[in-house]
């Protein structure tokens, strides 16, 4: 035990592994951040359209979803947003609420990595970039050997931190779940998620168009814009239902949530046409697809109760059946992980593997869109440093 080099080895140099590393070595921990990628935190800097969503302010656990909704809560007590915020707030970096909560960096998300790597400077972590990490392996209680393309590299603790599937052209991999695998801890199936989705129907000459809207499925619903594509549906609040959506499930969309289209309808002038009665509150694209789709074609005032309803039915309560998702190139994030079963909540660590931690996306505990994600990185990073 005495010829190993780190007390900590922490595999993967994004949000979580990061935050991990400095606070186990503010602790007096000897630490090693291995990342494969040639510089950490490539995530974080594309993240927030290159302005880092990097907490909400309402964080709560209602807003993740794990087999274990409870799981979450530990972490995120022991490291809040406002926490987060305090430590933003330190290294002067300017931020606003977007909206809903959502804070982001006024100039760039490269000032969150900035801010990461300062504090893994001041107490002394030690990085290894362009490093990749191929396996891990227990070499007695509390000691393990991680074999890199540059080194084989020991330590009395892991902090597995090497994220999810997603946007693997900037370092994504399978890696933690392998590990989970070979030291016989579960994991929850894994899927694309915070994604736009592939509609059975197509939307010929829809794609481009953004509106309001609220979309719903298995009792939860979103209030955002949905934005058209060529293949199905995006926007915020699609990327928010791709979190529960399945493909048995159907997701509702209400296209005017203000507005009373019942009663608008019945307060008809004569004279017009569906399409253009309709663009009074949608725009003229989508009402015309929807007089197009349900054929109505004639004046507003021809339409008969049957089809009045009908016609509410298709704004209100529009049912869209998805097929796919646009995949993991695509997807903020990977739903599903390794599973809470297998993890301490309030220290991230494996409960039958002494000295071997997961924490981030590579655990089964997704976010909404909207900092949760990076928020939940902070806090279970937190909470694995500090346990060591
Ligand atoms: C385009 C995009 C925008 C996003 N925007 C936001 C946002 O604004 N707000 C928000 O809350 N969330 C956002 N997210 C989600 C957020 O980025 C992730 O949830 C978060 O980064 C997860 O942190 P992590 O440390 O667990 O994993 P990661 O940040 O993915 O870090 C894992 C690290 O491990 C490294 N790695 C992987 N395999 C190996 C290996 N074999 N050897 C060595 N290193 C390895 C990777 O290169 C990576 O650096 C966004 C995601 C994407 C893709």
């Keep these: 035990m005495k010829g190993l080099t780190y007390d900590v080895i922490v595999i993967g140099g994004g949000a979580a592994g990061l935050f991990s590393a400095f606070t186990a070595a503010r602790r007096g921990k000897r630490v090693l951040v291995i990342e494969h990628n040639h510089e950490v935190g490539r995530k974080i800097i594309v993240s927030g359209g290159g302005r880092c969503n990097f907490t909400?302010?309402?964080?709560?656990?209602?807003?993740?979803?794990?087999?274990?909704?409870?799981?979450?809560?530990?972490?995120l007590a022991q490291y809040t947003p406002e926490d987060f915020v305090s430590?933003?707030?330190?290294?002067?970096?300017?931020?606003y609420e977007k909206k809903l909560g959502q804070l982001f960096?006024?100039?760039?998300?490269?000032?969150i990595v900035q801010m990461l790597l300062e504090e893994c400077?001041?107490?002394?972590?030690?990085?290894?970039t362009s490093c990749s990490v191929s396996d891990?392996?227990?070499?007695?209680?509390?000691?393990?050997?991680?074999?890199t393309n540059r080194a084989r590299f020991e330590a009395r603790n892991v902090i597995v931190a090497c994220g999810g599937l997603s946007f693997a052209k900037i370092g994504a991999s399978d890696l933690g779940y392998r590990i989970a695998a070979k030291f016989g801890l579960k994991r929850t199936d894994t899927r694309p998620s915070l994604v736009a989705l592939v509609a059975r129907d197509k939307f010929a000459g829809l794609a481009g168009v953004s509106i309001d809207a609220v979309a719903a499925t298995d009792n939860v619903s979103f209030r955002e814009n949905i934005l058209f594509t060529h293949r199905g549906l995006s926007g915020p609040a699609v990327l928010q239902i791709s979190n529960y959506w399945s493909p048995t499930s159907p997701v509702t969309i209400d296209l005017c949530p203000d507005v009373d289209v019942e009663e608008s309808l019945r307060s008809r002038s004569n004279g017009v046409s569906v399409a253009v009665f309709l663009s009074k509150f949608l725009p003229d694209r989508v009402a015309r697809h929807i007089a197009e789709r349900a054929?109505?074609?004639?004046?507003?005032?021809?339409?008969?109760?049957?089809?009045?309803?009908?016609?509410?039915?298709?704004?209100?309560?529009?049912?869209?059946r998805f097929i796919d998702t646009e995949g993991y190139d695509r997807a903020e994030v990977t739903l599903g992980g390794v599973s809470?079963?297998?993890?301490?909540?309030?220290?991230?660590?494996?409960?039958?593997?002494?000295?071997?931690?997961?924490?981030?996306?590579?655990?089964?505990?997704?976010?909404?869109?909207?900092?949760?994600?990076?928020?939940?990185?902070?806090?279970?990073?937190?909470?694995a440093g500090n346990a060591i």
């Design 121 to 128: 400077r001041r107490s002394r972590v030690t990085i290894e």
């Design 105 to 111: 960096c006024r100039e760039s998300s490269r000032q």
């Design 295 to 320: 054929s109505f074609n004639g004046n507003i005032s021809d339409l008969n109760k049957g089809e009045i309803e009908e016609l509410v039915g298709a704004i209100k309560n529009w049912e869209l």
């Design 136 to 147: 891990v392996s227990s070499t007695g209680e509390h000691a393990f050997a991680v074999e």
């Design 87 to 95: 430590l933003v707030k330190s290294h002067k970096i300017a931020f």
């Design 56 to 75: 909400n302010i309402h964080t709560r656990a209602e807003n993740f979803i794990s087999k274990n909704p409870h799981f979450c809560k530990s972490a």
């Design 340 to 383: 809470t079963d297998e993890l301490n909540s309030k220290t991230m660590a494996a409960k039958k593997v002494p000295g071997l931690y997961f924490i981030g996306e590579v655990v089964d505990v997704t976010g909404w869109l909207g900092g949760y994600n990076f928020q939940w990185a902070w806090s279970s990073g937190y909470a």
